[in-house]
């Protein structure tokens, strides 16, 4: 009678979750929506959870299969609407942006720090926060860091000319050692030191960061997929030891930074300190938003800009006729500027401004845009109307490696980008930093980051292809950002004569 009782229980069980799954599966095909297939629970997202493939080429899977300008899939059984055409990534992205004004992550408000991150707040005080924080990053405001960021870049030039030239250097590394090095000087005021001790402080959170162990990945998963969950179990996006280390920094640099500093280079405490001090709102910077401005800034720009960096590097190692033609733009812009870069002659670089958009194209190291709708949008000049709370993911592999809009895509060609006037004329398709109110703030710094860096190295080294070199490369499923799963190793080969 027990085994009886317990097969029933167990088959209502199995019945109700059967139940279950189907409703949750039938979202899309309810509302006529063009779908992927669910394969499992996990709904599409298996080869994502099994590490067969990184997000961003699991969307782009996705993207390539689907013949229609939108399509649903399921993360688990959270539906998303994955937008393919590019009038509607600018409908949604730009013209009616206010129905997507926040992204779909969701964070606990306990983790003070991360709630308060520009990334992940949402409105109204993103947008309070983010009117308050774009000044940080104007053409005056980065003029003043970029002699902090070419110290910093005459710094790795110096240390790769010691350590570096008779082995092959791994890129990545090398590049995020510069980066954090920049981000800060730029933004904690301090000396990261992480060519001179492989164990620095900074080097060892942003290691803690962006690890791609079991725990980060979990943490971003749950924020991204199972957003209830964050406040239930009181789970942080990072682990708070992280934040917590981060904020200690800041607080220090703001309690010991001088009520005024006159230095001609300004860092970006001075620019955050002195825009509080001349706002004379109400709702000026809380000490938590300046500090986790800083944060920010470290979370989002340095991984990033490494990665970009290094991914450059590579190509231009496999290519060495454009890095030749650079590296002849370089040194004639330099020799038209007395022997200097200087942060103005960074503009006159054309060919380097189309090696880097090349660049951005292959490699978008934040491989997808989300959105979350706040209010039912009827998409123009179609049938759908997107509900409210609907997650809307933009796949930047699956548009920049798209044919139609960029040819032969596997190919690194800068010239694709010359005279190439209408690029997001009639809709968006290329959108490494994002595009529209919530676009990537830092993406000047980020570009005059790289320039300087780029420019740096390849007047100093020749980057040349070693047998470790991974081509082609194979990308590494368990990382945050866009990786490489072997790294970048390639050899700098110090030029004979030396140019500047
Ligand atoms: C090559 C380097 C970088 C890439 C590829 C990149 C890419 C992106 C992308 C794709 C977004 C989302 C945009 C959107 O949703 O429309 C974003 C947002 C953001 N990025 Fe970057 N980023 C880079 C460097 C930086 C740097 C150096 C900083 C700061 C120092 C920074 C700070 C931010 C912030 C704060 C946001 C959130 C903006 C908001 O929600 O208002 N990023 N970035």
């Not at 939108?70 to 206010?98: E, H, R, W």
């Not at 790769?160 to 590394?173: F, N, Y």
């Not at 200097?340 to 194209?361: A, V």
């Not at 032969?408 to 398709?429: A, I, S, W």
């Amino acid at each position: 009678m027990g085994a009886l009782y317990s097969l029933f229980l167990v088959t209502v069980l199995l019945g109700l979750l059967c139940r279950y799954f189907i409703k949750k599966f039938s979202y899309w095909k309810n509302r006529n929506v063009p779908y992927v297939k669910p394969t499992s629970i996990f709904g599409n997202l298996y080869p994502v959870l099994a590490l067969k493939k990184t997000i961003g080429h699991w969307l782009q899977e996705q993207y390539n299969e689907c013949n229609s300008d939108y399509f649903g899939i399921y993360a688990f059984t959270q539906p998303m609407l994955v937008i393919k055409s590019p009038t509607m990534i600018k409908d949604i992205i730009v013209k009616d942006f206010s129905y997507f004004d926040n992204r779909t992550v969701v964070i606990n408000q306990n983790d003070e720090i991360m709630a308060n991150l520009l990334f992940t707040k949402s409105n109204p005080s993103w947008k309070r926060i983010r009117s308050k924080m774009t000044p940080v990053f104007s053409s005056g405001k980065l003029k003043l860091m970029f002699p902090l960021v070419l110290d910093e870049a005459q710094h790795l030039v110096d240390l790769l000319k010691q350590h570096h030239c008779s082995r092959p250097t791994e890129m990545k590394e090398i590049a995020c050692k510069y980066t954090i090095n920049v981000i800060a000087k730029c933004a904690f005021a301090v000396n990261a030191r992480t060519f001179e001790n492989e164990h620095s402080e900074f080097r060892e959170l942003g290691r803690k960061l962006f690890d791609p162990r079991l725990e980060n990945r979990l943490r971003f998963f749950v924020a991204r997929f199972f957003p209830g969950l964050m406040k239930f179990f009181d789970i942080y996006l990072v682990n708070p030891k992280i934040s917590r280390t981060l904020q200690d920094i800041v607080t220090c640099v703001l309690h010991t930074r001088k009520e005024n500093t006159n230095a001609k280079e300004k860092d970006l405490i001075d620019i955050l300190i002195d825009l509080k001090k001349s706002d004379k709102s109400e709702d000026k910077f809380s000490e938590i938003e300046l500090i986790a401005a800083a944060v920010n800034f470290f979370v989002a720009g340095f991984e990033t800009v490494a990665s970009t960096l290094a991914f450059i590097l590579y190509e231009l190692c496999l290519a060495p006729d454009i890095q030749e033609r650079l590296r002849e733009e370089i040194i004639s812009t330099v020799q038209g500027n007395d022997g200097n870069l200087t942060y103005d002659s960074l503009s006159d670089m054309k060919y380097l401004d189309l090696i880097i958009l090349e660049g951005m194209r292959k490699y978008p190291v934040l491989p997808f845009i989300d959105r979350r709708c706040n209010s039912d949008y009827k998409v123009p000049g179609t049938d759908l109307t997107i509900e409210k709370g609907t997650a809307i993911y933009i796949p930047l592999f699956g548009l920049h490696y798209d044919s139609k809009y960029f040819p032969n895509p596997e190919k690194f060609d800068p010239e694709r980008f010359r005279n190439k006037t209408d690029l997001n004329c009639d809709g968006m398709y290329y959108i490494p930093f994002g595009s529209g109110p919530r676009n990537c703030i830092g993406g000047r710094f980020a570009l005059m980051n790289m320039k300087i860096a780029i420019s740096k190295i390849l007047l100093n080294f020749e980057c040349v292809r070693v047998a470790e070199t991974p081509v082609p490369l194979v990308y590494e499923t368990k990382s945050l950002v866009v990786a490489s799963k072997v790294g970048l190793p390639l050899k700098l080969v110090p030029l004979e004569k030396l140019l500047f």
